[in-house]
């Protein structure tokens, strides 16, 4: 367990599963925690969403040995939401006598034969009235039997912390088994690894879930034990690695941890709700000290009046009552999200009650040392924060998810984000923000994340508020909007973040610890698809129509076609560039299709490549960063193009975001980052506008996290 003093909790019976949650699993039992990603408003409201009509679980039944996993699937009938929460024969998460179910619906048999048959039930988060079910026969294997020390309740792990686990294997006389993570011998830096003596290793990070059951949300995983004398004989375990910012922290606290308004609670009928969010940093205006978070988290998305309650830790993790919290600030101003004037920021501040929050502003687990594997806790670099650039190394502490590392992927953002109107409300409202944050990788952040400071890794300068997200994306104000919009109404001062003098610019350490959950240098691997195949021959003709004048061009030495890695799964001419040459004159486009700038020193083959000669090309060179460095100039001659085409983008329905990235088919090109939403329709986007690349990605609706 954390040193900090995290707290065990029990399920009220009249705490209904909410619409936005996220599982964290302690030994002995399972808690369902609301997280914050309530409130907000915008220009009008969405209609409830007619009833569910059904739940239907996959597959409907089935038989298991002792101890072996099934993933289940939940599809919700007449919701867009596909979320959620599941029981094995009546029990949240399960049992050791009927076996367990993970928040991703990964069900665990238990390691005796139960005295009946198991039902695994799924039930909708949008209408709790509607649930659907899976009938499992659980019988003993005829072999080898595994049973994993411990494996008869869930077990909780804190991030970058480790647990041993031992395995009994009887039934043969080759006791040696294999260990797995989610599947995976040995595991992987996102969930988890495991040595083969059974030493498991915590992500550094909690980990975050994609699947449409659960998605956007912290999840566990399955460690297993496999048998090596016979595969069908194994045991698993539920871990959900947890960060230490969801503690309960003696006065004065440190930030980046879970918190949120006392008030911030929905009740229906028998049923309560609550939300909360992450308390981000500290800021001081006038003299006076404050913390800062969103206004969904403080404010209750505007519902909220000055001077309630700021608490720590956050209602989620108190089963929505204020025992066992400490009330420490009072809400002093907020930015509303209705009527504030623009620029739109998500954002609120609330004033320190003297001695309960540490007045340094000191952030969990972002120092710039770390110590026994651990990182220390730091704080900012003090002053107005930087603003954002494409390519830069970014880190938050978060309430959800902890101590998280990623890039920069687009400046200048446009977003549509999705709010709720109150704790766990079925009534919708976007709001469009402009100028905004935007940071790509699964894992960075989660629900209950919102109101984290996101700085800087190389020298940790705050450079924006994180309030959104989809399943694999984070949306933020840039800090110096916040600071605007919270300026003194009175005399205008703004406030400036607080953090130690003494210490200044400094790395975030746990960034660079080994085994890191999110790296800083991610690659991109081109991708093919049925649209890569059926369009391929559109491709390959433009290559040949103008293989002529691009083979022309002074630094192109040859031409093929393969992926493109601006649009993935769909093809691209290839031009084999010499790095050393100068770069002028290559189209972003030919005939419609997009072309892609393959860089080298040299290259063994020249002129019009076949398939294959272009395949083995493009494995002799090193792939391309997710997000490359951009010249000032590049974002300059971006900005005019996304100026002009970004509102006539974001009026599509599919569209959700429009910022100024790098190209990935161009490097050291700018290109503009189209967002859509996955599952939708979309017509087609040209490869360019403007002169400017376009850059398609797809993720999850974002929404208030």
Same mark, same amino acid.
């Given at each position: 367990? *954390?040193?900090?003093?995290?707290?065990?909790?029990?399920?009220?019976?009249?705490?209904?599963?909410?619409?936005?949650?996220?599982?964290?699993?302690?030994?002995?039992?399972?808690?369902?925690?609301?997280?914050?990603?309530?409130?907000?408003?915008?220009?009008? /409201?969405?209609?409830?969403?007619?009833? %569910?009509?059904?739940?239907?679980?996959?597959?409907?039944? =089935?038989?298991?040995?002792?101890?072996?996993?099934?993933?289940?699937?939940? %599809?919700?009938?007449?919701?867009?939401?596909?979320? &959620?929460?599941?029981?094995?024969?009546?029990?949240?998460?399960?049992?050791?006598?009927?076996?367990?179910?993970?928040?991703?619906?990964?069900?665990?048999?238990? #390691?005796?034969?139960?005295?009946?048959?198991?039902?695994?039930?799924?039930?909708?988060?949008?209408?709790?009235?509607? +649930?659907?079910?899976?009938?499992?026969?659980?019988?003993?294997?005829?072999?080898?039997? &595994?049973?994993?020390?411990?494996? @008869?309740?869930?077990?909780?792990?804190?991030?970058?912390?480790?647990?041993?686990?031992?395995?009994?294997?009887?039934?043969?006389?080759?006791?040696?088994?294999?260990?797995?993570?989610?599947?995976?011998?040995?595991?992987?830096?996102?969930?988890?690894?495991?040595?083969?003596?059974?030493?498991?290793?915590?992500?550094?990070?909690?980990?975050?879930?994609?699947?449409?059951?659960?998605?956007?949300?912290?999840?566990?995983?399955?460690?297993?034990?496999?048998?090596?004398?016979?595969?069908?004989?194994?045991?698993?375990?539920?871990?959900?690695?947890?960060?230490?910012?969801?503690?309960?922290?003696?006065?004065?606290?440190?930030?980046?941890?879970?918190?949120?308004?006392?008030?911030?609670?929905?009740?229906?009928?028998?049923?309560?709700?609550?939300?909360?969010?992450?308390?981000? #940093?500290?800021?001081?205006?006038?003299?006076?000290?404050?913390?800062?978070?969103?206004?969904?988290?403080?404010?209750?998305?505007?519902?909220? #009046?000055?001077?309630?309650?700021?608490?720590?830790?956050?209602?989620?993790q108190t089963n929505c009552s204020t025992v066992g919290?400490?009330? &420490?600030?009072?809400?002093?101003?907020?930015?509303?999200?209705?009527t504030g004037p623009l620029p739109n920021v998500d954002?609120?501040?609330?004033?320190?009650?003297?001695?309960?929050?540490?007045?340094?502003? %000191?952030? =969990?687990?972002?120092?710039?040392?770390?110590?026994?594997?651990?990182?220390?806790?730091?704080?900012?670099?003090?002053?107005?924060?930087?603003?954002?650039?494409?390519?830069?190394?970014?880190?938050?502490?978060?309430?959800? %998810?902890?101590?998280?590392?990623?890039?920069?992927?687009?400046?200048?953002?446009?977003?549509?984000?999705?709010? *709720?109107?109150?704790?766990?409300?079925?009534?919708?409202?976007?709001?469009?923000?402009?100028?905004?944050?935007?940071?790509?990788?699964?894992?960075?952040?989660?629900?209950?994340?919102?109101? *984290?400071?996101?700085?800087?890794?190389?020298?940790?300068?705050?450079?924006?508020?994180?309030?959104?997200? $989809?399943?694999?994306?984070?949306?933020?104000?840039?800090?110096?909007?916040?600071?605007?919009?919270?300026?003194?109404?009175?005399?205008?001062?703004k406030p400036l973040f607080v953090g130690d003098d003494?210490?200044?610019?400094?790395?975030?350490?746990?960034?660079?610890?080994?085994?890191? /959950?999110?790296?800083?240098?991610?690659?991109?691997?081109?991708?093919? @698809?049925?649209?890569?195949?059926?369009?391929?021959?559109?491709?390959?003709?433009?290559?040949?129509?103008?293989?002529?004048?691009?083979?022309?061009?002074?630094?192109?030495?040859?031409?093929?076609?393969?992926?493109?890695?601006?649009?993935?799964?769909?093809?691209?001419?290839?031009?084999?560039?010499?790095?050393?040459?100068?770069?002028?004159?290559?189209?972003?486009?030919?005939?419609?299709?997009?072309?892609?700038?393959?860089?080298?020193? $040299?290259?063994?083959?020249?002129?019009?490549?076949?398939?294959?000669? +272009?395949?083995?090309?493009?494995?002799?060179?090193?792939?391309?960063?997710?997000?490359?460095?951009?010249?000032?100039?590049?974002?300059?001659?971006?900005?005019?193009?996304?100026?002009?085409?970004?509102?006539?983008?974001?009026?599509?329905?599919?569209?959700?975001?429009?910022?100024?990235?790098?190209?990935?088919?161009?490097?050291?090109?700018?290109?503009?980052?189209?967002? =859509?939403?996955?599952?939708?329709?979309?017509?087609?986007?040209?490869?360019?506008?403007?002169?400017?690349?376009?850059?398609?990605?797809?993720?999850?609706?974002?929404?208030?996290?």
């Open positions: 367990m *954390s040193p900090r003093g995290f707290k065990r909790q029990t399920l009220l019976p009249s705490m209904i599963l909410g619409r936005r949650s996220a599982w964290f699993v302690l030994p002995g039992l399972v808690l369902m925690l609301l997280v914050a990603s309530c409130g907000g408003s915008g220009s009008g /409201t969405t209609p409830p969403p007619p009833p %569910t009509s059904s739940v239907t679980v996959t597959p409907q039944t =089935l038989t298991l040995t002792t101890g072996a996993s099934q993933q289940f699937s939940a %599809t919700v009938k007449g919701e867009t939401s596909q979320q &959620v929460s599941w029981k094995v024969n009546g029990s949240w998460g399960g049992n050791a006598t009927y076996g367990f179910v993970s928040q991703d619906g990964v069900y665990v048999a238990p #390691s005796t034969v139960p005295p009946a048959t198991v039902s695994v039930t799924a039930v909708s988060f949008a209408d709790l009235s509607k +649930s659907g079910s899976a009938t499992v026969t659980v019988k003993a294997n005829s072999g080898a039997h &595994v049973v994993v020390a411990g494996g @008869s309740a869930p077990l909780s792990v804190v991030t970058f912390g480790s647990h041993a686990f031992t395995a009994t294997v009887t039934g043969t006389t080759n006791t040696a088994v294999t260990w797995q993570v989610n599947s995976i011998t040995g595991g992987a830096a996102p969930t988890g690894t495991i040595t083969a003596g059974g030493l498991y290793y915590a992500p550094h990070s909690a980990p975050v879930s994609t699947n449409p059951n659960n998605d956007g949300r912290t999840t566990d995983v399955i460690v297993t034990a496999v048998s090596q004398a016979d595969a069908t004989a194994s045991d698993s375990v539920i871990v959900t690695p947890y960060p230490a910012q969801v503690g309960s922290f003696a006065l004065p606290i440190p930030l980046g941890t879970t918190g949120g308004n006392g008030q911030d609670t929905t009740t229906s009928g028998s049923s309560t709700y609550c939300c909360g969010g992450t308390l981000g #940093s500290l800021i001081s205006r006038g003299g006076t000290l404050y913390i800062l978070s969103n206004n969904h988290v403080l404010a209750r998305s505007d519902q909220a #009046s000055l001077g309630e309650s700021i608490i720590q830790p956050a209602l989620i919290t400490n009330t &420490v600030a009072h809400l002093s101003q907020f930015f509303n999200l209705e954002a609120a501040m609330a004033e320190i009650v003297s001695g309960a929050v540490e007045p340094l502003g %000191t952030i =969990l687990q972002l120092g710039a040392t770390a110590n026994g594997g651990q990182p220390t806790d730091g704080t900012p670099n003090p002053g107005p924060g930087v603003a954002p650039t494409i390519g830069r190394s970014v880190a938050k502490s978060g309430g959800a %998810t902890g101590l998280t590392c990623a890039t920069i992927t687009a400046i200048n953002a446009s977003v549509d984000i999705e709010y *709720s109107k109150g704790c766990n409300s079925s009534q919708t409202f976007d709001i469009e923000y402009v100028n905004q944050v935007y940071v790509s990788g699964v894992g960075f952040s989660a629900d209950g994340d919102s109101g *984290s400071l996101i700085v800087t890794q190389d020298t940790a300068d705050p450079v924006g508020l994180l309030y959104g997200g $989809s399943d694999s994306d984070t949306v933020a104000n840039p800090v110096a909007e916040v600071l605007e919009q919270l300026a003194d109404p009175n005399s205008g001062e003494s210490v200044g610019p400094h790395i975030v350490a746990a960034c660079s610890i080994p085994q890191p /959950t999110s790296s800083v240098s991610v690659f991109l691997t081109p991708a093919q @698809s049925e649209a890569f195949a059926r369009n391929l021959p559109a491709a390959t003709a433009a290559r040949d129509a103008h293989a002529e004048e691009l083979l022309a061009l002074p630094a192109v030495r040859a031409l093929g076609v393969g992926a493109s890695l601006d649009h993935p799964g769909e093809p691209a001419v290839l031009l084999f560039v010499d790095r050393r040459a100068v770069r002028s004159g290559i189209p972003a486009q030919v005939d419609g299709v997009r072309t892609r700038i393959v860089e080298g020193d $040299s290259f063994a083959q020249s002129g019009v490549l076949t398939p294959e000669q +272009s395949a083995a090309l493009e494995q002799t060179v090193p792939l391309p960063l997710f997000v490359s460095p951009v010249s000032e100039a590049e974002v300059a001659r971006a900005r005019v193009i996304h100026e002009g085409h970004s509102g006539e983008l974001m009026r599509r329905s599919d569209i959700q975001a429009v910022g100024i990235t790098s190209s990935a088919d161009s490097p050291g090109e700018a290109a503009l980052l189209i967002v =859509l939403i996955r599952g939708m329709s979309h017509d087609p986007i040209p490869a360019a506008l403007g002169g400017v690349r376009t850059r398609i990605r797809e993720t999850s609706r974002l929404r208030a996290r």
